[in-house]
Nanobody, 126 residues
Framework: QVQLVESGGGLVQAGGSLRLSCAAS????????MGWFRQGPGKEREFVAV????????YYADSVKGRFTISRDNAKNTVYLQMNSLKPEDTAVYYC???????????????????WGQGTQVTVSS
């Protein structure tokens, strides 16, 4: 069982930046793919970014490509989401998810992940 705790959310003006962190409880973090999803008011949880267990591959939603960067520090059992040039439409609760490597399930669907954090609120004002 992997426990995940997100932090770093807050209120920021449009054009600003935030860095989210997601700390994992287990040393097995190193063999998990890690994803970030978000859920806006009245919306489904949607894919934002994923980084594979080795850190060698990253994938992004088109809506955040070029503005957000996902990274991981396996020594600290932590994955990050650097968010730049934030827009009001980025307002959402952001969740990190984890799944063991080599699952063969889609990176882009929330059903592809086994463990979730409690979420952190990001609010971007115009």
């Amino acid at each position: 069982q992997v426990q995940l705790v997100e932090s770093g959310g807050g209120l920021v003006q449009a054009g600003g930046s935030l860095r989210l962190s997601c700390a994992a409880s287990e040393r097995t973090f190193i063999i998990h793919d890690m994803g970030w999803f978000r859920q806006g008011p009245g919306k489904e949880r949607e894919f934002v970014a994923v980084i594979t267990w080795s850190g060698s591959n990253t994938y992004y939603a088109d809506s955040v490509k070029g503005r957000f960067t996902i990274s991981r520090d396996n020594a600290k059992n932590t994955v990050y989401l650097q968010m730049n040039s934030l827009k009001p439409e980025d307002t959402a609760v952001y969740y990190c998810g984890a799944r063991p490597r080599f699952q063969g399930r889609s990176y882009y669907s929330k059903e592809g992940y086994d463990y979730w954090g409690q979420g952190t609120q990001v609010t971007v004002s115009s």
